[in-house]
């Protein structure tokens, strides 16, 4: 074993504060993740199914499919405003939030190894994970009153959003 070799397997353990950075780097990933797919989704229902149907769940799952593979956040947050998809506040909320995530995806780097900024770092990254949380439900409910006013009872989706809201 060479002493590059060696060095990989005698890591030390991450210390608390590294586990907490990296706990919450998984969290703010997956929240990211969760709303790319909600807009996505929500796009998909608006703008290719629509109401009535304009074409059928084999396809609109195609399209879906489609979408999740091939747009960004960017992209999908510029086709929502392009076709005026959502409120204003809504469409604000992503857009900033888009350069809070590209900070978090592209520049993080920066930040993680200086232990004076850990504290803010912490609390940045928290605040990412509250806020793609906060639009995500607000694009649920957008899509809720979008189907309510296509004729749709929505009353079992409200009821299982409800049972998971503490």
Known sequence: MNSIT???YRAKP?????????TLMGQALLK???LEECL????????????PYKISKADADEKLTERLRKNTLG??????????LYAEDVQSSLKAL?????????????DVYNPAKREELFLRIKSIVIEAHRI???IEDDLIIFAEDNGLDMSSVKNSI?????
Do not use: M, P
Request: glycine share 2%.
């Open 136 to 138: 995500q439900c607000k």
């Open 162 to 166: 409800s049972q998971w809201q503490h």
């Open 40 to 51: 996505s989704t929500s796009i998909t229902l608006k703008v290719d199914v629509g109401y």
């Open 75 to 84: 992209q999908a947050i510029d086709e929502a405003k392009t076709k005026n």
């Open 14 to 22: 991450a210390s608390q504060s590294e586990i907490l950075l990296f």
């Open 32 to 34: 990211i993740q969760l």
């Open 6 to 8: 060696k060095h990989v």
């Open 98 to 110: 888009q350069e809070r995530r590209n900070w978090f995806i592209h520049r993080i780097v920066d």
